[in-house]
């Protein structure tokens, strides 16, 4: 199998992080837009931006700025997805990655979370928990299947096993050389 450069994992952490900070990011600018001021803390051991808005009060602003984050990595994996460009680098791969699992996160495990953006986007509107879900959950399956269909990204969530062994690795192999 083709040998990755010895940055690789690196930048694939890094863009992963620079997803994470994007969607944060999104976040407090929207707040900021929306004449919030945003403030930061921890709920259960979790880093967290608050939009300083009232939700009974400014329910709209509060929607914008829950959904901020989702709609901005999904919008960053689109742009890579779209845009001509070299494709399959490191740090592309972790924006991807990152993208993907934020939006597995909250539309499974973070649906309920004490400070969840999609509890919070289906408080503030008329959607539902599910009707979000299904939208974050569709836009990150169809990122899921486009990067899938790409031979830029080939193993991007399969490899397969070694020469002379059969089958496949399903994941992230983490060894020192």
Do not use: C
């Not at 999104?26 to 403030?39: D, Q, R």
């Amino acid at each position: 199998s083709a040998r990755h450069p010895s940055h690789y994992w690196r930048d694939v952490a890094a863009g992963f992080a620079g997803s994470l900070l994007a969607h944060e990011s999104a976040h407090m600018v929207a707040s900021l837009v929306l004449g919030g001021h945003p403030t930061f803390g921890f709920s259960k051991g979790r880093p967290t931006v608050y939009s300083g808005f009232n939700v009974v009060r400014e329910p709209r602003k509060q929607f914008l700025f829950s959904s901020m984050g989702l709609n901005v990595q999904a919008a960053i994996d689109e742009a890579i997805l779209d845009v001509p460009h070299g494709r399959g680098a490191g740090f592309e791969r972790g924006v991807l990655a990152s993208g993907v699992a934020t939006a597995l996160f909250y539309v499974t495990l973070g649906r309920t979370a004490s400070v969840s953006d999609v509890d919070f986007m289906a408080r503030t509107s008329s959607l539902t928990k599910t009707d979000i879900t299904l939208i974050y959950g569709g836009v990150a399956l169809l990122h899921v299947l486009r990067i899938t269909h790409d031979g830029h990204y080939a193993n991007f969530f399969v490899r397969p096993m070694p020469v002379g062994e059969h089958g496949l690795r399903v994941g992230v192999r983490i060894a020192s050389e």
